[in-house]
Protein backbone atom coordinates (compact mmCIF):
# COMPACT_ATOMS: atom_id res chain seq x y z
CA UNK A 1 0.00 0.00 0.00
CA UNK A 2 3.01 2.93 0.63
CA UNK A 3 3.98 1.86 -3.13
CA UNK A 4 -0.03 3.10 -3.96
CA UNK A 5 0.21 5.97 -2.12
CA UNK A 6 3.69 7.57 -3.09
CA UNK A 7 2.33 6.98 -6.80
CA UNK A 8 -0.95 8.69 -5.64
CA UNK A 9 1.01 11.10 -3.89
CA UNK A 10 2.98 12.26 -7.25
CA UNK A 11 -0.13 12.45 -8.70
CA UNK A 12 -2.02 14.36 -6.71
CA UNK A 13 1.00 17.07 -6.25
CA UNK A 14 0.00 18.46 -9.67
CA UNK A 15 -3.24 18.43 -10.19
CA UNK A 16 -6.39 20.73 -8.74
CA UNK A 17 -8.16 17.85 -6.78
CA UNK A 18 -9.55 19.71 -3.87
CA UNK A 19 -11.76 16.61 -1.85
CA UNK A 20 -11.46 13.70 -0.15
CA UNK A 21 -11.67 10.05 -1.01
CA UNK A 22 -11.02 7.23 0.69
CA UNK A 23 -9.50 3.89 -1.19
CA UNK A 24 -10.76 1.09 1.19
CA UNK A 25 -8.89 -2.49 -0.16
CA UNK A 26 -10.54 -4.21 2.98
CA UNK A 27 -7.89 -6.06 4.98
CA UNK A 28 -4.85 -4.65 2.94
CA UNK A 29 -5.99 -0.98 4.25
CA UNK A 30 -7.05 2.20 3.43
CA UNK A 31 -6.05 5.18 1.42
CA UNK A 32 -7.59 8.36 1.94
CA UNK A 33 -6.20 11.36 -1.05
CA UNK A 34 -7.10 14.98 1.11
CA UNK A 35 -6.68 17.51 -1.43
CA UNK A 36 -3.25 17.47 -2.06
CA UNK A 37 -2.68 15.08 1.02
CA UNK A 38 -2.09 11.15 0.95
CA UNK A 39 -2.00 9.02 4.07
CA UNK A 40 -2.14 5.19 5.09
CA UNK A 41 -5.73 5.85 7.30
CA UNK A 42 -8.83 4.98 7.82
CA UNK A 43 -9.90 8.47 7.82
CA UNK A 44 -13.65 9.84 6.80
CA UNK A 45 -13.92 11.20 3.62
CA UNK A 46 -16.66 12.86 1.13
CA UNK A 47 -16.58 9.78 -1.02
CA UNK A 48 -15.78 6.09 -0.75
CA UNK A 49 -14.40 3.69 -3.32
CA UNK A 50 -13.98 -0.01 -1.87
CA UNK A 51 -12.10 -2.63 -4.38
CA UNK A 52 -9.26 -5.15 -3.55
CA UNK A 53 -5.52 -3.65 -3.74
CA UNK A 54 -5.41 -5.35 -6.88
CA UNK A 55 -8.04 -3.55 -8.70
CA UNK A 56 -6.30 -0.48 -7.21
CA UNK A 57 -3.04 -1.51 -8.83
CA UNK A 58 -4.26 -2.05 -11.69
CA UNK A 59 -5.77 1.52 -11.60
CA UNK A 60 -2.41 3.18 -10.89
CA UNK A 61 -0.93 1.84 -13.18
CA UNK A 62 -3.56 2.70 -16.09
CA UNK A 63 -4.42 -1.01 -17.12
CA UNK A 64 -7.85 -0.93 -15.37
CA UNK A 65 -10.35 2.59 -16.22
CA UNK A 66 -12.30 3.17 -13.35
CA UNK A 67 -15.97 3.72 -15.37
CA UNK A 68 -14.92 -0.28 -16.67
CA UNK A 69 -14.36 -1.03 -13.41
CA UNK A 70 -17.35 0.66 -11.54
CA UNK A 71 -19.95 -1.09 -15.08
CA UNK A 72 -18.14 -4.51 -14.06
CA UNK A 73 -19.10 -4.15 -10.31
CA UNK A 74 -14.81 -4.27 -9.45
CA UNK A 75 -15.33 -1.27 -7.08
CA UNK A 76 -18.35 0.13 -5.32
CA UNK A 77 -18.86 4.43 -4.67
CA UNK A 78 -20.16 5.25 -1.44
CA UNK A 79 -20.80 9.24 -0.78
CA UNK A 80 -20.45 12.17 -3.29
CA UNK A 81 -20.18 10.55 -7.31
CA UNK A 82 -18.98 13.92 -8.36
CA UNK A 83 -16.25 13.96 -6.15
CA UNK A 84 -15.12 10.02 -7.40
CA UNK A 85 -15.86 11.13 -11.51
CA UNK A 86 -13.05 14.15 -10.45
CA UNK A 87 -10.72 11.68 -9.71
CA UNK A 88 -10.36 10.95 -13.35
CA UNK A 89 -7.79 13.89 -13.42
CA UNK A 90 -5.72 12.06 -10.14
CA UNK A 91 -5.74 8.60 -12.13
Avoid: H, W, Y
Wanted: charge should be negative; charged fraction near 25%; hydrophobic fraction near 45%.
Amino acid sequence: MDEIAAKMQERVAGSDFANSVKFDCGADGAIVIDGKTVSLSDAGADCIITLTKDDLEAMIAGDLEPTAAFMQGKLRVDGNMSVAMQLSQVL
